[in-house]
């Protein structure tokens, strides 16, 4: 595919023995420029461990990730988000000494000032500009009116939000969220949608891992199942859904999604 952002390329994970990505002959997707694919599968398939060959977390036992043409494989994690992309963790983080509004503005700010200096106060207050997109990301994730909260008294699904704010605000190219509906409330979850598939329209690159099947398979325009590391299917949610290789390892006949 011409028009790819992302090639995954034969790509392959070991663990000492273990291989927990690519199968017998490398894991291998191109995701275009503005797509919006879901990656799933079930428990252990592989798809965390894909995200974090992708971020730059870990490194491919073999084959490559490119990213708008650039081979990644001697980039660190930084260089990577620096590159334009951006990626929420199956477990948020988040820094508890600062404010939910300040925890969003570490989200631009750190890769010039680091968040130690950010921890101190030493960024500049005076950035209305960046407070204001702190503030317009909050919103999109419905926790407008938290911005002067702890981050240790939002519910376990506003700090899901919250994490997705802190990358939303860097504008990414190319976005991957690691289940964002987990613990996260029917309301907050429609925000959520409503939030991607704005970003979708506007052109963002969107990769998402989720089990709620229900939630993905309405928004996303492809879909990549794995299974054991490797590629089980890839289509468009209507043919993922009758699929009968992925009823059968994933779906379950009497599925709902
Ligand atoms: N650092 C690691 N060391 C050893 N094995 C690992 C490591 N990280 C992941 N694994 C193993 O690799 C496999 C894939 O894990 P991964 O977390 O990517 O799956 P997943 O599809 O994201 O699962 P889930 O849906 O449960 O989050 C699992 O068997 C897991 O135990």
Redesign the pocket.
């Known amino acids: 595919m011409s028009d790819a952002i992302l090639k995954v390329e034969g790509v392959i994970k070991n663990?000492g023995g273990?291989r927990?990505v690519g199968g017998p002959d490398g894991l291998t997707f191109n995701v275009p420029r503005g797509g919006f694919l879901g990656l799933i599968?079930p428990?252990?398939?592989?798809?965390?461990?894909t995200f974090n060959l992708v971020s730059g977390v870990l490194k491919p036992s073999e084959g490559r990730v490119v990213l708008e043409d650039k081979d990644l494989s001697d980039c660190k994690a930084s260089d990577i988000a620096g590159l334009g992309l951006a990626r929420t963790f199956?477990t948020p983080r988040a820094f508890p000494s600062l404010t939910v509004l300040e925890n969003v503005m570490v989200g631009v700010s750190h890769t010039n000032e680091g968040p130690f200096s950010a921890m101190l106060g030493n960024w500049r207050q005076s950035d209305g500009e960046l407070r204001e997109k702190a503030q317009a990301a909050l919103a999109k994730v419905g926790l407008h009116g938290h911005e002067d909260d702890e981050v240790g008294n939002l519910s376990g699904g506003e700090l899901r939000m919250l994490e997705v704010a802190r990358q939303l605000v860097r504008e990414p190219k190319v976005f991957l969220l690691d289940e964002p509906t987990a613990g996260v409330d029917p309301t907050l979850q429609q925000k959520l949608a409503s939030l991607l598939a704005d970003l979708h329209a506007a052109g963002t690159t969107l990769i998402v891992v989720e089990?709620n099947l229900a939630f993905l398979l309405n928004l996303a325009d492809r879909v990549v199942v794995?299974q054991n590391g490797a590629l089980l299917a890839e289509g468009a949610p209507d043919e993922i859904r009758r699929n009968p290789d992925v009823v059968a390892a994933y779906l379950g006949a009497d599925h709902e999604a």
């Open positions: 663990f273990f927990a599968g428990n252990g398939a592989g798809k965390s461990t199956q089990h794995l």
